[in-house]
Every structure is written in structure tokens, then in C-alpha cells.
């Protein structure tokens, strides 16, 4: 069972920058592709957008380029977002995600196992 906990979530003016860290309960990385997603506000039910992840072997992928940045710390089993010149459209609940590699080495997004609670991010103009 893998515990996803995240933070640095909040209230920020549009071109404003945050960090949003998410700590998990074991060593993850080497196990595991690591993604950040989001959920926009009013519109439950709505699947989340995937906003970027690392595959295996620390491949990075993006759906915000240019603006956000994944990364991670082995050491502290922290899975980190920077984002910067934030938008209004970036407001939403950012999840943190955990997909267990497959045999085959890919990992499967379609049914994701592992979520953190989710944290606000609020960008106002």
C-alpha cells in the first residue's frame, strides 16, 4: 500500500509561482511511474487532467509545458510540482498519482491505484 501526501498548495496572483510537494510512505520511484493531476472547480465528476508524470527510468511528460516542472528527491521520497506564471485556469485540486510498473515496464494510467487527498491551488487575478 502506497501513502501519497500532499502540500504547498494555495492562494497566488496571476505569474505567480508554487511548489507542490508530494511525500510517499515508501520508496516509490523505483517501483513506480509518479504523476501530478488536476481536477478543476464546479466540474465533479469530470476526469482529472493529467498534468505531467515521470515514467520509468525518469522520462518526463507534460500536458503544461514551458510553465511546470516535475521532478523528484529519492532521498526524501518527495515527488515535487514547480509551477510558474500560473493562470487562471490553473486553479484546481492537484493530485498527486502512483501507477506500479507493469511486467512489460509500462505503466497503466487508465486505472490508477494510488492517490493523494489532493491540494488547492487558487490563482486570482
Known amino acids: 500500500q502506497v501513502q501519497l501526501v500532499e502540500s504547498g498548495g494555495g492562494s497566488v496572483q496571476v505569474g505567480g509561482s508554487l511548489r507542490l510537494s508530494c511525500a510517499a510512505s515508501?520508496?516509490?520511484?523505483?517501483?513506480?511511474?509518479m504523476g501530478w493531476f488536476r481536477e478543476a472547480p464546479g466540474k465533479p465528476g469530470k476526469e482529472r487532467e493529467r498534468?505531467?508524470?515521470?515514467?520509468?527510468?525518469?522520462f518526463k511528460t507534460y500536458s503544461v509545458k514551458d510553465r511546470f516542472t516535475i521532478s523528484t528527491d529519492n532521498a526524501k521520497n518527495t515527488l515535487y510540482l514547480q509551477m510558474s506564471s500560473l493562470k487562471p485556469e490553473d486553479t484546481g485540486t492537484y493530485y498527486c498519482?502512483?501507477?506500479?510498473?507493469?511486467?512489460?515496464?509500462?505503466?497503466?494510467?487508465?486505472?490508477?491505484?494510488?492517490w493523494g487527498q489532493g491540494t488547492q491551488v487558487t490563482v486570482s487575478s
Open positions: 515508501a520508496y516509490t520511484y523505483s517501483n513506480y511511474c
Open positions: 498519482a502512483a501507477v506500479p510498473f507493469a511486467p512489460s515496464g509500462y505503466c497503466y494510467w487508465d486505472s490508477i491505484p494510488y
Open positions: 498534468v505531467a508524470r515521470i515514467l520509468r527510468h525518469g
